[in-house]
C-alpha cells in the first residue's frame, strides 16, 4: 500500500514515538508521542517525504479520559497530493505541545485559534493570545464542559489610552 | 489593554487603525497599522469580530439540521460548501451517490465558484476605482444565480446538496438558464479584461504589489487560486478528483509573479474554466420528459383512507423537482441516510415512518464511529471538513479548515513595507469572507 510507506517510515525512524498507525477511511494516520512532535514534523517536513504544507491543525476534548486533549495535525504534499494525519494525546491539566512555528508560518494562527477555543498552550509560540475571541474572555469555548448558551460578563469599560 | 502593535511600536510612529467597519474591508476585520508617513512598517490583524461559534454549534445540532450553517460559511459560494461537508458525511457512510447528482453537483459548484470569483474581483476593482467593472460582474453573477435560484429556490442559502444527493432535480429550464449565464458572463469576461488587462491605474495599484514567492505560499498553507497565482498547479479537482471532475477537460491557470495582479488574472481565467465545465456538465445532464402531474395532496391523503391511490401525489411547489420517479436519480438508495420521498410520506405508513425517524432525536441520520477528513476544492482554496463520529445522531466535534485563513495570516508579511492605499488591493484580491474566516 503506498499511503502505508510513510507510516512505516516513521515507525522505523521513531520506534519509540510513534504509538499507532493506521489507515483511516483512506487517510493515514499516525498517533505519536507529543514530546516528539517538533522532531517527527521536521522528520516529515524534509525529503523525501516532502510535506511542505500544514493543512490544519485544530484539537478534540474527550473530558472522561485522562488524556483529555488530542491534537490533531493534517500535512500534506504538493507531489502526488499525499495527505497524513499526525495525533498527539496531551493530559488535562497544563496541557502543552510545542509550537510549529519554526515549522510552518500559518502554525502561528493555527495554534493561537487552538489556544483560544481548547486552552492547550504551545511553548515556543512567538504570540500566544485568543485568536477569535477577546481579550478578558473567560474560558475556552471550544471543549466540552463549556455550555452552549454560557453567558459571559460585560467588560467594564476601557480607559482611553 | 494594549495590542502587540502598540506594545511594540516605536514612539514616533504614527498608530492608524483600518476597520473593525471600514468601506474597503469587506468583511468586518481590522488592520492596525504602524506608519511611518504613508509607509506600513508593521501591522497586526485582528480577526473574530464575525466569530459566531459554528463548531460548537455544529456540535449541537443533528446531522441534517447543521448543513443550513454550512451555508453561512463563504456565503458567496454556499453550495460548495454544502457539498464539502456532504461529502465529509457521506465518507464516513460510505455512500455511493448517483450520477445525475453527481454531475449536478459538479454543475453547481462550478456556477457558485464563478459567482465567487466574480464577487471577489468586482470588490477589488472597485475598491480600485473601476466602478464599472464592478457593475459588470455583479451583473454576471446575477445570471448565474438565476439558474441556482431557479433550481434551488434561493440565490444565497440554498441548503441544495444533501447527504445521499441533492434535494431536487434540476429545474425543467435549467438548460436555457444556464447557456443565458454562460454567455453574458463570458461577455462580461471579455469586457472585463478590455477594461482592466491594460489599464495603468489598475496596474499601477496591482502589478509587483504584494508578492507571495511560492515557498511562502506553500509555507503558510495557501491553497486555490491564491496558491497558484505564485505558480504551483494544485487544485484538488485535479489532484484527487471528486464526482465527475476525472471526465470534464478543464486547465489550471497558473501565475508567474504572485502579485496582486497575478491573483486578479489566475481567477479571470479559471472562470472561462469553470465556464468550460458547466458547458460540459449540461451535456449529461439533459433531460426531455417531465413528471406529469398527478393528484393534489390532501385529495391524495384522503383516497389513502381507503386504498393506496392510484397515480402519483403532487406535491407542493417547494417540493418541485423531488418527485419520486426522479428520487432514484438524485439520491442514494441507503435508507438509513436519506429521507424518503415526499409521496411516501403522504400516502403509505412506512413512508411516514421512515420520514418520521429521519428527523427524530436520536434516530436519524447516525454516521458509525470515525473520523474524516474530506477537502474540496473552494472558492477560495481547499475547503477541508474534519469530522469526527462518536455514532450519534450529532458530529461529536466538527472542524471546517477554511481556505482564507490561511490566506489573511499573510496579510501581515505581505503589506510590510508598502503604502497605505496597497493595502486595499491586496486585500481585495485575498478575497476574505468574514463567514468562513471567523467561523
Redesign the interface.
Known amino acids: 500500500m503506498e499511503k502505508e510507506i510513510v507510516l512505516t517510515a516513521l515507525r522505523e525512524a521513531f520506534p519509540a514515538d510513534v504509538l499507532e498507525t493506521s489507515v483511516?477511511?483512506?487517510?493515514p494516520v499516525a498517533v505519536i508521542r507529543p514530546a516528539a512532535l517538533a522532531e517527527v514534523m521536521t522528520f516529515l517536513k524534509k525529503e523525501p517525504w516532502n510535506f511542505?504544507?500544514?493543512?490544519?491543525a485544530?484539537c478534540?476534548?474527550f473530558p472522561e479520559r485522562p488524556e483529555r486533549f488530542e491534537m490533531?495535525y493534517?500535512v500534506f504534499a504538493?507531489d502526488g497530493?499525499r495527505?497524513l494525519?499526525v495525533k498527539a494525546s496531551l493530559p488535562g491539566e497544563g496541557a502543552a505541545i510545542a509550537s510549529l512555528t519554526g515549522l510552518?508560518?500559518?502554525a502561528?494562527?493555527l495554534e493561537r485559534e487552538i489556544f483560544d477555543?481548547f486552552g492547550v498552550g504551545f511553548p515556543g509560540h512567538p504570540?500566544l493570545?485568543?485568536?477569535?475571541?477577546?481579550?478578558?474572555f473567560e474560558g475556552h469555548?471550544?471543549r466540552k464542559d463549556?455550555p452552549?448558551r454560557k453567558r459571559q460578563p460585560r467588560l467594564p469599560m476601557?480607559p482611553e489610552? | 489593554m494594549t495590542t502587540r502593535l502598540q506594545s511594540r511600536a516605536r514612539p514616533e510612529s504614527l498608530l492608524l487603525n483600518m476597520g473593525p467597519s471600514h468601506p474597503a474591508m469587506h468583511g468586518t476585520i481590522r488592520v492596525m497599522l504602524e506608519l511611518d508617513g504613508e509607509r506600513i512598517l508593521n501591522s497586526e490583524v485582528e480577526v473574530g469580530y464575525l466569530h459566531r461559534g459554528f463548531e460548537k454549534t455544529c456540535e449541537h445540532r443533528t446531522w441534517f439540521n447543521l448543513l443550513i450553517y454550512t451555508d453561512r460559511l463563504n456565503y458567496v459560494s454556499p453550495l460548495i460548501n454544502n457539498l464539502g461537508y456532504v461529502m465529509a458525511v457521506e465518507k464516513l457512510l460510505g455512500l455511493e451517490i448517483p450520477e445525475r447528482a453527481q454531475w449536478i453537483r459538479v454543475l453547481m459548484s462550478e456556477l457558485s465558484r464563478v459567482s465567487d470569483h466574480l464577487t471577489c474581483l468586482a470588490a477589488m476593482a472597485m475598491e480600485c476605482g473601476a466602478f464599472t467593472a464592478f457593475l459588470y460582474k455583479m451583473k454576471a453573477r446575477e445570471f448565474l444565480w438565476d439558474v441556482i435560484e431557479q433550481t434551488t429556490g434561493a440565490r444565497m442559502t440554498t441548503s441544495y446538496v444533501r447527504v445521499g444527493g441533492v434535494r431536487a432535480d434540476l429545474h425543467p429550464d435549467f438548460e436555457a438558464a444556464v447557456r443565458r449565464g454562460v454567455d453574458e458572463t463570458r461577455r462580461v469576461l471579455k469586457d472585463v479584461r478590455g477594461l482592466l488587462d491594460k489599464n495603468t491605474i489598475f496596474l499601477g495599484r496591482t502589478r509587483d504589489i504584494a508578492v507571495m514567492t511560492p515557498e511562502n505560499a506553500v509555507s503558510y498553507g495557501w491553497t486555490g487560486p491564491c496558491l497558484r497565482s505564485t505558480g504551483v498547479a494544485y487544485d484538488v479537482r485535479r489532484a484527487q478528483p471528486y464526482l465527475t471532475y476525472d471526465r470534464v477537460a478543464f486547465d489550471i491557470p497558473v501565475g508567474e509573479r504572485g502579485d496582486n495582479f497575478d491573483r486578479y488574472l489566475v481567477r479571470m481565467r479559471e472562470m472561462e474554466q469553470s465556464l468550460r465545465i458547466i458547458e460540459q456538465c449540461l451535456k449529461p445532464l439533459v433531460r426531455t420528459s417531465r413528471a406529469p402531474a398527478g393528484l393534489e395532496p390532501a385529495e391524495a391523503i384522503r383516497a389513502a383512507r381507503d386504498r393506496k391511490p392510484e397515480g402519483p401525489v403532487r406535491l407542493s411547489p417547494n417540493l418541485e423537482g423531488s418527485e419520486k420517479d426522479v428520487y432514484p436519480e438524485i439520491m442514494a438508495s441507503a435508507k438509513e441516510a436519506v429521507i424518503p420521498p415526499k409521496e411516501d410520506a403522504y400516502t403509505t405508513i412506512e413512508g411516514l415512518i421512515a420520514h418520521f425517524k429521519h428527523f427524530m432525536k436520536g434516530h436519524g441520520l447516525r454516521p458509525p464511529k470515525g473520523e474524516a477528513y474530506c477537502a474540496v476544492e473552494g472558492g477560495n482554496g481547499e475547503l477541508g471538513f474534519y469530522i469526527v463520529s462518536d455514532g450519534s445522531d450529532r458530529p461529536y466535534r466538527l472542524h471546517l479548515r477554511a481556505p482564507c485563513f490561511h490566506i489573511v495570516a499573510a496579510l501581515e508579511e505581505l503589506i510590510r513595507g508598502r503604502y497605505v492605499a496597497d493595502v486595499i488591493p491586496t486585500f481585495g484580491s485575498m478575497n476574505m469572507i468574514g463567514g468562513e474566516l471567523d467561523r
Do not use: E, I
Open positions: 483511516s477511511l483512506g487517510d511542505t504544507m500544514l493543512l490544519d485544530t478534540l476534548d490533531v493534517h504538493l497530493a495527505r494525519r510552518w508560518k500559518n502561528d494562527w477555543m504570540d493570545q485568543r485568536l477569535f475571541m477577546y481579550d478578558g469555548p471550544l463549556y452552549l476601557r489610552s
